[in-house]
């Protein structure tokens, strides 16, 4: 694994590549909405195909480059591979711009997670797979619940469906994210990652409550705990917040808090 340094981080950015900025994408142009970040609340947010939770305690500015990071490299994911379909190759260009800007990714693989998600609605198949994930943290693993509930609940009409559905469904494949935040000791912090691929015999409508069937969907699944090397990713805070600023406002929506 290549040292990740200030200097390589910064290198790396100039060197990517992001999408020409796209109007009136999919009925959410025009959104201006001000991200509130309140460290002292459980907070969730939509970020194109990643839904981000942060359990309190996380500060603001860190809350931030988290979000910043994931769309920055699900944006350059996007140019790199404009095929969607074409998942595994999609998430290898997003991990490598993670890895790239300070994440340490213990573990990138998929393995099948079909057979055990059978019967299941994605969401429902999320919710098991955290479980086993984060059961030996209740409290994080509680915010992942609260957060699936929420999304259950909202409106169909509400900005962040209209941007989760629009970059996480392709026809008859999908993709999605779910990251956890949460404040460690020594002033670090972690962020437990669950990515899931989905390709399907039919075409795909609502990917959270898209029926896994054995004999017509084959799901993956890879999780893993990741840390986040500080000392790196702030150090590069303006930077990329500079590359995604003319992106932000069509790929980034706020749940309602969580409490």
């Known amino acids: 694994m290549k040292k990740i340094t200030p200097k390589s981080a910064r290198e790396f950015l100039s060197s990517v590549k992001l999408p020409s900025p796209t109007r009136a994408r999919g009925g959410v142009e025009g959104i201006r909405e001000i991200i509130d970040f309140n460290a002292q609340k459980n907070q969730a947010m939509v970020v194109a195909?990643?839904?981000?939770?942060?359990?309190?305690?996380?500060?603001?500015?860190?809350?931030?480059?988290i979000v910043n990071a994931s769309l920055l490299a699900q944006l350059v994911?996007?140019?790199?591979?404009?095929?969607?379909?074409?998942i595994i190759q999609?998430?290898?260009a997003y991990f490598d711009v993670l890895e790239n800007i300070g994440w340490v990714i213990q573990d990138r693989s998929f393995s099948s997670y079909t057979e055990e998600a059978d019967g299941l609605e994605a969401h429902e198949a999320i919710l098991k797979v955290a479980s086993v994930f984060l059961g030996a943290a209740p409290a994080a693993l509680a915010v992942v619940i609260s957060t699936l509930e929420a999304l259950k609940s909202m409106d169909s009409s509400k900005s962040w469906i209209?941007?989760?559905?629009?970059?996480?469904?392709?026809?008859?494949?999908?993709?999605?994210?779910?990251?956890?935040?949460?404040?460690?000791?020594?002033?670090?912090?972690?962020?437990?990652?669950?990515?899931?691929?989905?390709k399907a015999e039919s075409t795909i409508t609502s990917i959270l409550f898209f029926?896994?069937?054995?004999?017509?969907?084959?799901?993956?699944?890879?999780s893993g705990r990741v840390t986040i090397n500080d000392e790196v990713l702030s150090s590069i805070r303006d930077q990329v917040k500079q590359k995604i600023t003319a992106h932000s406002n069509d790929y980034i929506a706020k749940l309602p808090d969580l409490g």
């Open 90 to 92: 999609w998430y290898n």
């Open 49 to 65: 195909s990643d839904i981000v939770s942060f359990v309190k305690g996380v500060s603001n500015e860190r809350r931030q480059d």
């Open 211 to 222: 029926k896994i069937r054995n004999d017509e969907v084959e799901l993956e699944k890879c």
């Open 162 to 198: 209209t941007i989760f559905d629009r970059e996480s469904k392709h026809v008859k494949t999908g993709h999605f994210q779910i990251a956890l935040v949460e404040q460690g000791e020594n002033d670090q912090f972690f962020v437990s990652l669950m990515a899931f691929s989905l």
């Open 77 to 86: 994911a996007n140019k790199k591979v404009p095929d969607k379909s074409n």
